[in-house]
């Protein structure tokens, strides 16, 4: 249609009413923020290099370690395996489950949409490093639920978050 002159527009995708978080959710959400109190980080997605799993997984012990009161949850397929043919959760949690800040780490797995939406709502910031996003879908949901993202410079990404707007690009 560009071709022959007709005018074209780009729509992102959406997300379905169940992801939108109303503004008296956010804005009890921050009424209850406090410096000690407990930060809820949400990763969704397959567990693979392409989505950047490793990257996370290898941040976490000093963040866990530095940041006592943050916990993470990861949601989606656990059984993503690295090049040599391992599984990224299970590696980890040989590695590291003897340590003390482990317990503030779940691994959840696939959900339904509607336990997907509450995980969006539940977290305070969503993480994704992807190495590869043909959009980001993910972003998109998070945002919808009104929550902070952080993001890679990769793909697509870059369309849906703005670094310093509506999240942070890394």
Same mark, same amino acid.
């Given at each position: 249609?560009?071709?022959?002159?007709?005018?074209?527009?780009?729509?992102?995708?959406?997300?379905g009413p169940e992801f939108i978080t109303a503004r008296k959710d956010w804005e009890a959400w921050a009424a209850r923020q406090k410096y000690d109190a407990p930060v809820e980080i949400l990763y969704v997605g397959r567990a693979e290099r392409r989505k950047g799993t490793d990257v996370l997984l290898a941040a976490l012990p000093k963040m866990l370690t530095e940041i006592p009161n943050a916990r993470i949850k990861f949601v989606g397929d656990e059984d993503g395996k690295d090049e040599k043919g391992k599984s990224y959760f299970a590696e980890f949690r040989k590695k590291y489950s003897h340590q003390s800040w482990f317990k503030r780490v779940a691994f959840v797995g696939?959900?339904?949409?509607?336990?997907?939406?509450?995980?969006?709502?539940?977290?305070?910031?969503?993480?994704?490093?992807?190495?590869?996003?043909?959009?980001? *879908?993910i972003y998109i949901e998070a945002m919808a639920a009104g929550k902070p993202v952080v993001g890679?410079?990769?793909?697509?990404?870059p369309e849906v978050? *703005?670094?310093?707007?509506?999240?942070?690009l890394i």
């Open positions: 249609l560009a071709a022959r002159g007709a005018p074209t527009v780009t729509l992102p995708l959406g997300v696939r959900v339904s949409d509607e336990d997907l939406a509450d995980a969006y709502k539940a977290c305070d910031i969503f993480v994704a490093p992807s190495r590869y996003e043909s959009f980001g *879908q890679t410079r990769a793909g697509g990404i978050v *703005q670094h310093e707007v509506n999240g942070f």
